[in-house]
């Protein structure tokens, strides 16, 4: 093995953390090297095909994990420099102001986060501004407080789609338009398309991570980005007391890259996995794994897509996402159910191509025929941190998933409230699919940030509480999985986690030179 390089500081994913994390440090001075396992996603015709997306899984990472049973499955993971911010549908809501407190679900209860919403409150405003964040404030009954504005407006909705939040509105609800994070600015790329949700962006209009983070960073010269580098483990000194540095795979050689500090960003599978596999005798349950937490609590939401059509009106929307409702987030709602039960927000516009996975031996005409008549929605439950629920490795290294939905009561009356709330809409046929255990997007809860190292794997700033120079700025950190989309506020974390290690490092941090410019 080569010892080919040194950093300052190694981040290994360049997704919604990792990308973040490295334009936020881009002008520290510090030399920053960016490991990526995948390439940069080409931009092709294929990018908007529904049947290349979906029919092909053509940017599905190819690989495949097992479930406690042994079965195989394929995840929804995208290997590529951005990370699943590629394909995501690019919602962006911050959490609750409640959800950082401890929460009486159903279920169990939802722990409260080290940190307070005040504490994130200015990275949530400065993810916004990098992020493209288009939104209203002040419609939403329960949007947390904020500094001001969003950064651009919301997204203009189509007129059925208006004229749906009217209907939602004479029935007492609250829509509010859903902040997304897309070029929509003036003289912005977006085309306001039927392809953002699930698919990639052929004119780099949405605001994923490499578009907004990777790609402005690495045009720093102390900034590198290795594509095709895959890192295996992480190693320590002979006492086991610091992290020296990554041994990755990168074009076909196996290299030894030292660093001063290892920020993992795999995404909450992965990185738990990565700690895992770099087991040493001096840490021979994986590494910063004194609380025998990593990879437990593994939490994806409780997920399904609900398809409600009206046979006699077409659709005629293309860009679908521009509501959000969360009446039925917090307790107190209804009367015979005094818990939460989450969010409810359309998906990107489902076309006939998308539906025959769920449906697959529907003729075309009749796929088409609903597809046409629809409006598809995202049924979001809270799911509640079970140290059962965990990410294992096997005997070969493959990745195990150990996954058993709870909090199901909750997500059961949402979905009853949402069904309640389009019948009445005009919806008479309401189709719904609760998603499995390979859908995944919204993972994390794999190395939960907290002030008890017996309790939690990484401090409040995601440093691990085992090694000193070992940070993690993925979803794993989050110590409940609330019932928004969660980017956004890892994103925000990510900043601030730039902030520290800029003191650390002994350069300004951003709130130092930044008064109120515009960062994006
Ligand atoms: C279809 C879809 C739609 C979604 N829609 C939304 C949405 O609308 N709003 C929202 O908030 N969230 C959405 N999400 C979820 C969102 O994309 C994730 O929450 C977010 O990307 C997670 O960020 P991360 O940094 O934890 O991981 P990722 O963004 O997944 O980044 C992890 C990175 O690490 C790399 N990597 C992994 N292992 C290694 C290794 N060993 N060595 C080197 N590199 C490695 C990966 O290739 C990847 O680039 C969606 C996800 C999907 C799949």
Redesign the pocket.
């Known amino acids: 093995m080569t010892r080919a390089h040194h950093a300052d500081v190694v981040i290994?994913?360049?997704?919604?953390?990792?990308?973040t994390l490295a334009w936020s440090l881009r002008d520290s001075g510090a030399k920053v090297l960016l490991?990526?396992?995948?390439d940069f996603l080409p931009s092709e015709p294929q990018n908007w095909s529904p049947e290349a997306v979906f029919g092909e899984n053509r940017y599905k990472a190819k690989e495949q994990w097992r479930d406690a049973n042994g079965g195989w499955f394929s995840p929804?993971?995208?290997?590529?420099?951005?990370?699943?911010?590629k394909?995501?549908?690019?919602?962006?809501p911050r959490l609750r102001e409640a959800d950082f407190d401890e929460i009486q679900h159903a279920g169990g209860v939802s722990p409260a986060w080290p940190i307070s919403y005040g504490e994130l409150a200015p990275y949530y405003d400065r993810a916004e501004r990098l992020f493209w964040v288009h939104g209203e404030a002040g419609v939403d009954p329960t949007d947390p407080p904020r500094s001001g504005p969003y950064p651009f407006p919301p997204m203009p909705p189509d007129p059925y789609m208006e004229e749906l939040a009217e209907r939602f509105r004479l029935q007492g609800l609250h829509p509010a338009p859903l902040p997304v994070g897309l070029d929509y600015r003036p003289g912005g790329r977006c085309v306001r398309c039927g392809t953002c949700?699930?698919f990639p962006c052929r004119v780099l209009a949405k605001a994923d991570?490499e578009a907004c983070a990777v790609r402005p960073a690495i045009e720093w010269p102390n900034v590198e980005l290795w594509t095709n580098?895959?890192?295996?483990r992480i190693t320590t000194n002979a006492s086991g007391d610091r992290i020296t540095g990554v041994e990755?795979q990168r074009g076909g050689e196996r290299m030894r890259v030292a660093a001063d500090i290892v920020v993992v960003?795999?995404?909450?599978v992965?990185?738990a996995a990565?700690l895992l596999r770099s087991a040493t005798a001096r840490h021979p349950q994986g590494l910063a794994n004194s609380s025998e937490l990593v990879g437990r609590n593994y939490m994806v939401h409780t997920n399904s897509v609900l398809v409600a059509i009206d046979p006699r009106r077409p659709n005629p929307t293309v860009f679908q996402k521009t509501i959000s409702i969360n009446d039925f987030y917090h307790a107190g709602v209804d009367s015979e159910f005094p818990f939460p039960m989450g969010n409810l927000q359309p998906i990107g516009k489902l076309q006939a191509a998308m539906m025959r996975g769920v449906a697959r031996h529907a003729p075309d005409w009749s796929l088409r025929a609903a597809a046409r008549q629809s409006v598809d929605w995202w049924v979001m439950s809270e799911d509640l941190p079970d140290p059962a629920n965990r990410v294992t490795l096997d005997s070969s290294g493959d990745i195990v998933i150990h996954w058993r939905p709870n909090n199901l009561a909750a997500h059961s009356r949402l979905m009853r409230q949402a069904k309640t709330m389009l019948r009445r809409a005009g919806y008479p046929i309401l189709l719904d699919r609760q998603m499995g255990i390979a859908t995944n997007?919204?993972?994390?809860g794999t190395l939960r940030f907290g002030r008890d190292p017996g309790r939690s794997v990484l401090d409040r700033y995601c440093r691990a509480h085992d090694l000193d120079n070992l940070y993690v700025?993925?979803?794993?950190f989050f110590p409940s999985s609330t019932a928004v989309?969660?980017?956004?506020t890892?994103a925000a974390q990510s900043l601030r986690v730039g902030d520290h290690l800029r003191e650390r490092l002994g350069v300004a941090t951003v709130h130092d030179r930044l008064t109120g410019v515009a960062e994006a």
């Open positions: 290994i994913g360049t997704g919604m953390g990792g990308g490991l990526e396992r995948g929804g993971v995208h290997y590529f420099v951005g990370g699943n911010t394909v995501y549908g690019a919602a962006l949700d699930a991570a580098t895959y890192a295996f990755v960003a795999c995404g909450a992965n990185s990565l997007s919204h993972q994390c700025v993925d979803a794993s989309n969660p980017a956004l890892i």
